[in-house]
């Protein structure tokens, strides 16, 4: 069961550690544009989408080898603690 702890506890960091940064620039975009539009008076939804879809496209390209790199780590842990888990 130790194994399985310990592969549960890895896969939570590693969602972690690829979400996180994708969440903040999702929200800074947000929120620079929220104060953007307060401060000019134009509320339009393309104004708030479009800003939003870049920084998580330019934070997934910039950070997207990283994050496959742990997925493909994390897999082979996967992979390898198969015979543990299964013999108990």
Known sequence: MD????????????????TVPV????ALAGAIVAV???A?????QTLTTLPKLLAVGVVLACGG??????????FREAVHAIVPLVRG
Do not use: P
Not at 65 to 74: I, K
């Open 3 to 18: 194994s399985f702890d310990g592969l549960l506890r890895d896969g939570l960091i590693v969602t972690a550690v690829l």
């Open 23 to 26: 969440l903040v620039a999702g």
């Open 36 to 38: 953007a539009q307060a």
């Open 40 to 44: 000019t008076q134009v509320q339009e």
């Open 65 to 74: 080898r990283f994050g496959f790199g742990l997925c493909a780590q994390l």
